[in-house]
């Protein structure tokens, strides 16, 4: 196959990239297409790597209309909603239900997730999901996380499945420290998580102080742990939207334990916008974390769209673009070069963040060829005009196309 007329990442002029048994083996200015090899023309469309969704609950996905709505909007009537209806969860359900969430994401260019699952009351969606790993692996990758909703310390059953799910096949341990019954319930969370994923050699990702009370800190607990251990890089912490409420002199601390443990962070513009400042009247906070000074101080952060069209989040249509955009809003990122460049929160960020082999991702010569064609030539129009995607490549493959 042999791409023409491509501006890969931005690029001022364009490039043609040729593709041999699904990976790129060449790339340069007017190639000579060979004897019978597939020619897509690229008229000057933007080239960049998949994009990479960090956290999605596809357990819960489209499930709004089963599950009743949440008539407050806050976190917690979410939770309550989705407990009730995970009593009776049948395994064939989530999985169509799943599996209509990734063609959404397909769609859109994403080839990479990352979803939570709840084990807190069984391991009925965990299996649902592995099960569903395997068939769509072709794809589109998906990384498994076992998440224990309720608390890892609420009870044994909970412990146990999430250890039970760890050894089944869960790529990353979860928890959700600032929803265990104190703080001291909390650290030791935190505690045992980090010695599972030891014990089973998986990555970490925690929901961590996703509320808007300041004190709630265990991001510092999180990072400390992941700088002790040296597990670094594995460990990620999703919403951290405290942040919000810190003073500065704090975070200022924090920024610097967090670039020492190299923990990533997991930014959910569209929800935490929805689900943050339910107890404040005005001034109303935004309900994110603080992306822009976390970049700037070298700390890797990706995004994910959380939820879609379920008891947390009633919108949603799988476009990481409307991610990014919301919280290029929120962070005062409109500069035109950090709107140009913020497609890596959503492609390079976000394949560290999932801790992707550097050979496995990414446009250069030698490296699978995954990827995805815009209309627009540059990110800043595919932003500002929602230009879609003309092609998505995988594995030398065309899987989406608009033609």
């Not at 009925?124 to 589109?140: Q, Y």
């Not at 265990?180 to 102080?209: F, M, P």
């Not at 935490?272 to 005005?282: A, E």
Request: hydrophobic fraction near 35%; aromatic fraction near 8%; glycine fraction near 8%.
């Amino acid at each position: 196959m042999l791409i023409k007329n491509v501006k890969i990442e931005n690029a001022d002029r364009e490039a043609d990239v040729r593709i041999k048994n699904g990976t790129i083996c060449e790339i340069g200015e007017n190639l000579k297409a060979l004897e019978g090899e597939e020619i897509i023309e690229g008229q000057g469309g933007l080239m960049l790597p998949p994009f990479v969704d960090c956290h999605i609950h596809l357990d819960t996905c489209l499930s709004l209309d089963a599950t009743g709505a949440n008539t407050s909007g806050t976190l917690f009537e979410g939770i309550r909603v989705w407990s009730e209806y995970r009593k009776n969860l049948d395994k064939d359900e989530v999985q169509e239900r799943a599996l209509r969430t990734l063609h959404l994401y397909q769609e859109k260019g994403v080839q990479y997730v990352r979803s939570h699952v709840d084990i807190s009351n069984d391991l009925t969606a965990f299996e649902a999901l592995l099960e569903l790993k395997e068939k769509v692996a072709d794809e589109i990758e998906l990384q498994l996380v076992a998440f224990p909703q309720d608390g890892v310390l609420t009870s044994e059953k909970v412990q146990k499945n999430l250890e039970t799910a760890v050894s089944m096949g869960a790529d990353v341990v979860g928890g959700i420290p600032h929803f265990e019954l104190t703080r001291e319930h909390g650290e030791r969370s935190i505690q045992l998580i980090i010695e599972l994923a030891q014990k089973y050699d998986r990555l970490v990702d925690i929901h961590c102080d996703e509320i808007d009370d300041d004190y709630s800190r265990f991001l510092e607990v999180l990072a400390a742990k992941a700088y002790e251990t040296g597990m670094g890089k594995k460990v990620s912490a999703s919403h951290t939207t405290a942040m919000h409420s810190y003073n500065n002199a704090y975070c200022s601390k924090l920024f610097r334990v967090l670039k020492m443990s190299g923990v990533n962070i997991i930014a959910n513009p569209l929800v935490n916008v929805n689900l943050q400042g339910r107890f404040d009247t005005y001034p109303k906070r935004r309900g994110i974390t603080r992306i822009k000074e976390l970049l700037e101080n070298g700390i890797n952060v990706s995004m994910g769209h959380d939820d879609m069209y379920d008891p947390f989040y009633p919108l949603g249509n799988g476009d990481m673009t409307e991610v990014l955009a919301m919280g290029l809003h929120l962070c005062h990122m409109m500069g035109y070069r950090e709107l140009n460049d913020s497609y890596r929160i959503i492609t390079y960020n976000g394949a560290n963040t999932l801790n992707l082999e550097p050979e496995r991702y990414g446009i250069a010569v030698g490296r699978p060829a995954n990827f995805n064609i815009f209309k627009g030539g540059s990110f800043f129009e595919v932003l500002r005009s929602r230009q879609g995607i003309r092609h998505s490549v995988r594995n030398g493959r065309v899987i989406n196309s608009k033609e």
